[in-house]
């Protein structure tokens, strides 16, 4: 299976999450490419089978918390998705409260079947644990991939 991350990423930890994701997807035997939004040439995009899709929350810790808006334009960017199976992932401080489910109905609208979501909380009193669930959740996707294959 060939599997892209996508990210945005304002300080580094989403992107350091995707990174980890992308090596435990290739330790588990698949292709796995990672980039920022930015830097999702089309071909890139058409050759995935599944996308992962990253994102940190802003907000005001208890109002407005949502994916970064920067996310959900690039999103909005994105060609058709052809039904392709997509994870979500976000990173947070405090909570990400509901944002997830709303950043999964943006890449449901742009043609994503949306099968998982994860959460990454950036600060951990041991460094060393903050990546900690990575191969789990990474399991859990490529599990649910494949019992939700591309369409294609
Ligand atoms: C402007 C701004 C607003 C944020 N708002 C929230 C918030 O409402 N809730 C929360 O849990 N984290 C919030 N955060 C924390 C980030 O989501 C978190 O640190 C994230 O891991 C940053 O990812 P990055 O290093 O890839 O940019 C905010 C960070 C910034 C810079």
Not at 79 to 102: E, K
Request: charged share 25%; with cysteine; aromatic share 8%.
């Amino acid at each position: 299976m060939r599997v892209l991350v996508l990210y945005q990423s304002r300080r580094g930890f989403t992107m350091r999450v995707a990174h980890a994701i992308r090596d435990e997807v290739r330790r588990r035997g698949h292709l796995a490419t990672c980039t920022p939004f930015d830097g999702a040439d089309a071909g890139t995009l058409a050759a995935a089978d599944a996308l992962i899709v990253g994102t940190w929350i802003e907000g005001m810790i208890v109002f407005r918390v949502r994916p970064a808006d920067d996310a959900v334009r690039a999103v909005h960017r994105l060609p058709d998705l052809g039904r392709r199976p997509v994870a979500v992932f976000c990173t947070f401080d405090v909570s990400p409260f509901d944002a997830m489910d709303r950043f999964a109905g943006r890449l449901a609208a742009r043609g994503g079947r949306v099968v998982a979501a994860g959460h990454f909380k950036r600060y951990h009193r041991r460094k060393e644990r903050r990546l900690a669930s990575v191969p789990a959740f990474v399991e859990h996707v490529l599990a649910t991939f494949a019992t939700a294959p591309a369409e294609r």
